[in-house]
Nanobody, 125 residues
Framework: QVQLVESGGGLVQAGGSLRLSCAAS????????MGWFRQAPGKEREFVAA????????TYADSVKGRFTISRNNAQKMLYLQMNSLKPDDTAVYYC??????????????????WGQGTQVTVSS
């Protein structure tokens, strides 16, 4: 099992950038495909990006494609989300999670577990 802690959120103006980090503890980080999700007030949690165990394969939600980049460093047990050209619609609590079941290229919230506590991202217009 892996424990996850997110950081790096904050307040940024539209068009700006943020880099989110997710620190993992436990021995098995490199055994998991990983993902980023977000939840805005009054909305369901939604998929943002995912990466396979080796970091070679990535997939993104259409809404962030070309603006966000997911990456990982297995030696340091870290997962990252580089967010550029931020928009007010990106405002949400961002969570990292490990894929427990399902298929990486068809990511669903229900397929992920070991959720972190989340980090708030607020984009002002």
């Amino acid at each position: 099992q892996v424990q996850l802690v997110e950081s790096g959120g904050g307040l940024v103006q539209a068009g700006g950038s943020l880099r989110l980090s997710c620190a993992a503890s436990g021995r098995t980080f490199s055994s998991y495909d990983m993902g980023w999700f977000r939840q805005a007030p009054g909305k369901e949690r939604e998929f943002v990006a995912a990466i396979n165990r080796s970091g070679v394969i990535t997939t993104y939600a259409d809404s962030v494609k070309g603006r966000f980049t997911i990456s990982r460093n297995n030696a340091q047990k870290m997962l990252y989300l580089q967010m550029n050209s931020l928009k007010p619609d990106d405002t949400a609590v961002y969570y990292c999670a490990a894929r427990i079941t399902g298929i990486l290229l068809r990511p669903r919230v229900a397929d992920f577990g070991s959720w972190g506590q989340g980090t708030q991202v607020t984009v002002s217009s």
